[in-house]
Nanobody
Framework: QVQLVESGGGTVQAGGSMRLSCRESGRTSGAYVMAWFRQAPGKDREFVAAITWSGLTTYYADSVEGRFTISRDKFENSAYLQMDDLSPEDTAVYYC????????????????WGKGTLVTVSS
């Protein structure tokens, strides 16, 4: 059973930075994509960023391009989301997402989900 556990959420002031981590366990084999989604209060879950198995290719939502950076450490079975220049509009529960690489786009979501971590950006 694949499990994804997020960490690193909390409260930060507008203009600040925060780094989220996601650790995967239980995968038996195969290359897989890791991604981040978020869901703001009263809104649908939306794609934030994704990174391929090699780590060489990344994808970002327009709303975070240039401010967020996704990365991964295959040896640690982990993915990270570095968030800079945060604004109150970034307030949301952030979810780690992972699954088999069936090719982009990845904004529909992959097989496995974490439980989420809350990020609050105060003005």
């Amino acid at each position: 059973q694949v499990q994804l556990v997020e960490s690193g959420g909390g409260t930060v002031q507008a203009g600040g930075s925060m780094r989220l981590s996601c650790r995967e366990s239980g995968r038996t084999s195969g290359a897989y994509v890791m991604a981040w989604f978020r869901q703001a209060p009263g809104k649908d879950r939306e794609f934030v960023a994704a990174i391929t198995w090699s780590g060489l290719t990344t994808y970002y939502a327009d709303s975070v391009e240039g401010r967020f950076t996704i990365s991964r450490d295959k040896f640690e079975n982990s993915a990270y989301l570095q968030m800079d220049d945060l604004s109150p509009e970034d307030t949301a529960v952030y979810y780690c997402n992972a699954g088999s690489d069936l090719g982009p786009p990845y904004n529909a979501g992959l097989e496995y989900w974490g439980k989420g971590t809350l990020v609050t950006v105060s003005s």
